[in-house]
């Protein structure tokens, strides 16, 4: 592990500052996976700026009915939260989906959405990889891809999105508060915050240098039937393969978004409308134009079938 110097916030504004002014600046609250990349030497930090001392730790009712979780909020702690349990399950069982107990403990939030892929190419420093170091190639296209993404992927990158939460994030339409450098605030949706490689694949979300994340938050809850199912080599510690968020109303009506099979939790509009047709349709348009590998091509008929025994489940529930 590479020398880095050390600070702590005392504001998420001067976090902001601080990151936007100094070269090689990386927040860190519960260190999950960058303390794991830098020791590996994947990420080689000039600066961190630790921010658990900041006041983003709660998870407080909004005006308009939902909830806003704070950035550091623990994702044992949501998970367990009375009001996302009951009103939004399909968030909490997909945090206990992911990772173990101890990390679960550690992990926040914002870090979840951030978190980085589990691509072996990215983390092994002696292969290429575009998304640890743009121009040097990827060593997944025509290497070992069976866990790689089938849709959403470019010549330049087949990786996937590792975080159960953003999948059902993505699938209960959640907002991203932030804070940037100049004191100035954004609200970004969740559909929009994480990024498709194309030719840059290195930037992977919609933040701009030194903007933090405040905060998460869900709208009011939309009822229905909501199921977190995800399919992976062994019952526990183990990234998706698959996995699928839905929610099902008792008209048949809903929303899906998908995990382990693209760079960023998957969703298409004309896939939730297809939700009443029944798994096969919902999967030709999440899948219309998906570019698999002869290792990875499993995961569309996994993905499908997966979707069908979920929304089985789902309707059931919802009648």
Avoid at 187 to 206: K, N, V
Avoid at 230 to 246: C, W
């Amino acid at each position: 592990m590479k020398p880095f110097s050390y600070e702590r916030a005392d504001s998420p504004k001067a976090a902001a500052s601080a990151a936007a002014c100094t070269p090689g600046a990386r927040f860190i609250a519960g260190g999950t996976n960058l303390l794991d990349l830098m020791k590996t030497g994947v990420e080689e930090p000039s600066h961190l700026i630790d921010v658990n001392g900041l006041d983003l730790d709660r998870i407080e009712p909004t005006d308009e009915g939902g909830l806003r979780v704070g950035a550091l909020v623990r994702n044992t702690d949501l998970a367990a939260d009375a009001r996302v349990r009951r009103d939004y399950p399909l968030l909490s069982r997909a945090l206990l989906s992911g990772a173990s107990g101890q990390l679960r403990n550690k992990a926040t939030t914002a870090g979840n959405l951030l978190q980085r892929t589990r691509c072996p190419y990215f983390y092994d420093i002696n292969q290429p990889c575009n998304k640890r170091l743009p121009g040097s190639g990827c060593g997944a296209i025509g290497g070992y891809s069976r866990q790689h993404a089938v849709v959403g992927a470019s010549e330049a990158c087949i990786a996937t999105h590792p975080s159960d939460m953003a999948v059902a994030m993505r699938a209960l339409d959640a907002t991203v508060e932030t804070v940037k450098p100049d004191g100035g605030t954004r609200r970004i949706p969740i559909a929009q915050f994480h990024t498709l490689p194309g030719s840059t694949p290195h930037i992977e979300h919609a933040l701009a240098p030194g903007e933090l994340i405040t905060a998460v938050t869900l709208p009011r809850p939309v009822g229905g039937a909501q199921l977190y199912h995800k399919v992976r080599d062994r019952a526990s510690y183990a990234f998706a393969l698959v996995s699928v968020a839905l929610i099902v109303q008792k008209d048949g009506k809903g929303c899906v978004a998908m995990g382990g099979v693209a760079h960023k939790p998957w969703r298409m509009e004309a896939a939730d409308a297809a939700l009443p047709e029944g798994a096969a349709a919902v999967a030709k348009h999440l899948f219309d134009g998906a570019q698999p590998t002869e290792q990875n091509a499993y995961k569309i008929t996994l993905a499908e079938r997966t979707l069908a025994a979920a929304l089985v489940e789902a309707k059931g529930r919802a009648a």
